[in-house]
């Protein structure tokens, strides 16, 4: 059974460009969080998803920021015109739905973005 | 707004010892806590889930405790190793579904 899988694992960018980070849950698993971890700090929540719904998007940037988990395929978090300061570690989360607030939360490897 | 500390932010012991590490939180209202274990570069590993409704959990060489109404939880590490060096975080569950993380105890296991 695969755990939570998230491509690419390192991605470098140039400022201005789109970064696109991918997730696909563990099997059975139909809820998503995604957390950034910035260098030297702790990790912060950013979004919950559910397949096609966005259930709390309090952590995302204002700008910039959208993510999504359609019907079929992974989960995209997507950072338009990356500046320096997105350069972290992106984490992707996932859980059953059976019983909210009580679920485990299993992590993905995360991704690494740079914003040369 | 939750807050979550951990104390200390590092810790070095010799191999075979004993330890505890904290965690602390301002809002009790929560659903359950988490310990994870992250590794440099690497991603979280869960390592222990507590129920709000819980004392304790324990796997292998490993207890956590949580005492809900004071805000606190505690990982204890029996014989520790030099591969139980990492970082350990501590994460909280509230109504809206999210973790909420410390900032973590670096952890050092001396041979």
Redesign the interface.
């Known amino acids: 059974n695969a755990g939570v899988m998230q491509n690419p694992r390192h991605l470098v960018r140039r400022r201005g460009q789109e970064a696109r980070l991918r997730c696909s849950p563990m099997k059975g698993h139909s ?1 998503v ?1 995604w ?1 950034r971890q910035l260098p030297e ?5 950013m979004v ?1 998803l559910q397949k096609e719904n966005i ?2 998007e ?2 995302m940037p204002k700008e910039r920021f959208s993510a999504e988990f359609p019907k079929e395929g992974p989960s995209i978090l997507r950072i338009q015109q990356v500046v320096r300061g997105d350069s972290a570690a992106y ?1 992707c ?1 996932s859980s059953h739905a059976r019983d ?3 679920n ?7 991704t ?1 973005l740079t914003v040369l | 707004k939750q807050e979550v500390t951990q104390i200390p932010a590092a810790l070095s012991v010799p191999e075979g010892e004993n330890l505890v590490l904290n965690c602390s939180f301002t809002d009790s209202a929560i ?2 806590l ?1 310990w ?1 274990r992250q590794d440099p ?6 390592l222990l ?1 507590i ?1 709000s409704s819980q004392r304790e959990q324990t796997s292998g060489r490993l207890n956590a405790s949580l005492d809900k109404s004071s805000g606190r939880s505690t990982l204890y590490i029996a014989a520790s190793q030099p591969g139980d060096s990492a970082t350990y ?1 501590c ?1 909280v ?12 105890t670096r952890l050092t296991v001396i041979p």
């Open positions: 809820h969080y957390y700090e702790g990790l912060k929540f919950y259930i709390d309090s952590g984490f989360a909210r607030g009580r485990e939360q299993f992590f993905g490897p995360g690494r | 659903y359950n988490q994870f570069g690497k991603g979280l590993t869960s889930l129920q975080l994460a569950v509230t109504g809206a579904n999210n973790l909420f993380f410390g900032t973590g």
